[in-house]
């Protein structure tokens, strides 16, 4: 997949993915997520759940979302 300088070809889902895996990426002592996983499927929610798990331990953590 190719995305264009404004990223308005790639679906939320795909932007959100992007989104996590920056703060990954960034290793902030303080994380806040709000409703990390809004826009992407049941399956890959699951899997970002497991991942921001891993991410949350040993730092401060703010999770916003309406499911977990």
């Known amino acids: ?6 990223s308005s070809n790639i679906s ?4 959100q993915l992007l989104t996590i895996a920056l703060a990954i990426l960034a290793n902030p002592k ?6 990390a996983t809004s826009s992407v499927d ?5 899997l970002i759940q497991k991942a921001m798990k891993r991410l ?10 309406h499911c977990l």
């Open 1 to 6: 997949m190719e995305m264009n300088q404004d």
């Open 12 to 15: 939320l889902g795909h932007k």
């Open 30 to 35: 303080i994380l806040i997520l709000d409703e």
């Open 42 to 46: 049941t399956c890959l929610e699951l």
């Open 56 to 65: 949350m331990k040993g730092r401060t953590s703010f999770v916003i979302s």
